[in-house]
């Protein structure tokens, strides 16, 4: 990262997109407390990452956050729904049944629950991971191209229901994606090039997203 300086709103989905390489992956761990910059600050609400010890960020990760990974981390030995109420079940928290049940069934987990990561499609452990990252209704969500390996379908219903946690619990939300489709559901797409910020758009549509990707690559 090169001189980063970005705020992502409480109950704002932001997508951030840019050539590979460009250093999506490592802002959004940065972000998440995955990984520490040499210098600078990351601050989520009033908690100051930076400051935290190593108990205090598991604890902010595991109570505050929902991570989608590039490479999905999920848990080999443990069936799809073991996965994805993991995160409570460590926090010894329960899940909210109805929204884990509206969760499961948008995202077509229903019949695979009981089915470990290699019996799954690389689509179905996407949404498996998903799901994880929803059930808690962590405050905030980093998705790192959370439909990458989807087909349309699959990618709008995942879409649709991080907008939902945004709309209707007010979550906040920041995906990587490289579809201006995706970075449509939106409201807000930060552009990166070389590690820096580069360019910013309110209110995308695709084509919108897809006109500024244009000129960024020309410029
Ligand atoms: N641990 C590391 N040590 C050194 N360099 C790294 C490390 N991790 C990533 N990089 C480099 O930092 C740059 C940014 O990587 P990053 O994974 O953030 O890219 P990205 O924008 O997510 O790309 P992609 O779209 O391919 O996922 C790349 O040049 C990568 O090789
Ligand atoms: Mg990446």
Redesign the pocket.
Known sequence: MDQVSADFARGEFTAIM??????????M?CLAGLDSATSGAVRIGDTELTNLSDKQMTRLRRDRIGFVF?AFNLVPTLTALENITLPLDIAGRKADQEWLDTVLGRLGLTDRLGHRPSELSGGQQQRVACARALAGKPEIIFG??PTGNLDSRASEEVLSILRAAVNEFGQTVVI?T?EPHAASFADRVVF?AD?RIVSELRDPTAESVLDRMKSLEQA
């Open positions: 840019g050539p590979s390489g460009s250093g999506k992956s490592t802002l761990h590039q790192d191209e990587v490289h990166l590690g």
